[in-house]
């Protein structure tokens, strides 16, 4: 019986297969790095998860990981619910970014954030690198998340196209709570959402009463946090305010009872008088229709609580006695305005805010057809619009270019009038230049004509004195 353990009959190892696994090995060992960086560069949020309560802040942070490799460039585009977080910083404390190429943005009213920067001196290679730390406010209850958009990148600071190596990101998810009342409960009547905005300036506040109480401290800021004074302000359960400033305020209430302040509570109301900036409809030049209409884009925003739609209606002034006005109706830029009938018009658009002021803009059109139109802010000839100082730029190349014409003409003309004066000069001189050549021939005719009677004379003589 063969025992297993000293078999002698095992067939010594090649040396050539064993040399040609070791540089197989040797060779995967040598790339490892490289393929760790070619593993990309990664964005990620801190903390991917929370729970916090309503009317308080908190941070999140963005992380960078550029997988080894040396970065120059980093866009960062987050989206989150506005119905539930408001940003109150973009960017706070430390940042690693050198140079932001466009100054940190965000919109409340969109739920977005922009984060654009570079490292131009020297670029940056780094496992966590932090980009900026996010401030937000709670606003309403319930479960959402701060997401990473499709277009945030991470570029190659050693390629120049400027290669995107962003490979992975996460997200944060948050759940908001309601928040303990550590004072008497508020209530407002004027106010009472306390995440819409309002165009009344008035507030007035109320709030349960405390038995027992001997008063109640209050103060109205905008400051979140904020703690009223130790004095007794009022005795009773309400209190108003007039000509309050637009933006986002806090009231503040506590109550003293036994000679002891209680807790303070907290109601924020959003405040927004202001109606959306000035702006005028307009046509897109050069834009082409299809159909037999105009279309009218109009544009504009509101620094506090964001345009929340457009209305939209058209008069027709063609008969000044009798104006024809279409109710207003909801609309969305581009608005289509049919030109089938010849006539002049004014269509109206009004921005409405989510506190309901709006701002009006109007365009006027004059139509004759299809073929041309009219409103101010140019002319459209059939299916193409041209803003009015394209056309009168166009208008003065063209006469312009006619007066060039006209000139070259004249020149032209003078040219040839002068070359034909000095033609005409020129062989009225060599006629003259001919007849003085005549005269001189003429003269020396006669010269020697007198010569030959002289001659003549001469030999007349002789011939009577030979006699």
Not at 191 to 200: E, G, S
Request: charged share 25%.
């Amino acid at each position: 019986m063969i025992n297993p353990l000293n078999h002698t009959n095992t067939k010594p190892i090649n040396t050539k297969i064993l040399l040609v696994v070791l540089s197989f090995v040797l060779a995967f060992i040598s790339v490892l790095p490289k393929v760790a960086e070619a593993a990309g560069a990664s964005l990620s949020i801190y903390p991917q998860r929370g729970i916090f309560t309503v009317a308080n802040t908190f941070d999140i942070s963005i992380f960078l990981n550029t997988g080894g490799s040396n970065i120059n460039v980093i866009q960062v585009d987050l989206k989150f619910d506005p119905e539930k977080l408001q940003v109150i910083s973009p960017v706070k404390e430390l940042s690693a970014i050198e140079a932001w190429t466009f100054p940190p943005s965000f919109s409340n009213s969109k739920g977005t954030i922009s984060l654009r920067g570079g490292f131009p001196s020297r670029g940056i290679n780094t496992s966590e690198g932090l980009i900026s730390t996010i401030t937000f406010e709670a606003v309403s209850l319930g479960e959402t998340v701060v997401n990473f958009l499709d277009s945030s990148k991470v570029l190659l600071g050693s390629d120049e196209k400027g290669t995107d190596i962003l490979s992975s990101v996460n997200r944060g998810i948050y759940n908001i709570i309601a928040s303990p009342s550590k004072g008497p409960e508020i209530f407002s009547e004027t106010h009472p959402d306390q995440n819409r905005w309002y165009k009344n300036n008035s507030p007035v506040f109320s709030w349960e009463e405390i038995k027992g109480a001997e008063g109640y401290s209050y103060e109205l800021n905008d400051d979140p946090y904020g703690e009223p004074n130790n004095n007794i302000d009022t005795k009773s359960t309400f209190v108003s305010f007039k000509e309050v400033e637009d933006g986002i305020k806090y009231f503040h209430l506590k109550a003293k009872k036994d000679e002891v302040w209680g807790g303070t509570s907290h109601f924020k109301i959003k405040i927004d008088k202001t109606p959306p900036q000035e702006f005028e409809p307009y046509l897109e030049p050069f834009s082409s229709t299809l159909g037999n209409y105009l279309l009218i884009y109009f544009n504009t925003s509101d620094i506090l609580s964001g345009v929340g739609h457009y209305e939209v209606r058209a008069a027709d002034f063609t008969d000044p006695e009798n104006v024809v006005l279409s109710g207003w109706t909801r609309g969305e830029s581009p608005f289509r305005f049919s030109k089938e009938k010849s006539g002049t018009f004014r269509v109206l658009v009004r921005a409405f805010d989510e506190a309901g002021n709006f701002r009006e803009g109007n365009i006027r059109i004059r139509t004759f057809g299809s073929l041309l139109t009219l409103v101010s802010g140019g002319i459209q000839i059939r299916r193409t619009f041209i803003p009015w100082w394209l056309f009168y730029f166009l208008i003065g190349i063209i006469l312009v270019a006619t007066g060039f014409s006209v000139f070259k003409w004249i020149k032209r003309k003078r040219e040839t009038l002068r070359d034909r004066f000095r033609r005409e000069v020129a062989e009225a001189e060599k006629e003259i230049e001919d007849v003085k050549r005549l005269k001189r021939k003429i003269k020396g005719m006669r010269t020697l004509e007198e010569e030959t009677m002289e001659e003549g004379e001469r030999l007349t003589e002789k011939l009577k004195s030979g006699e």
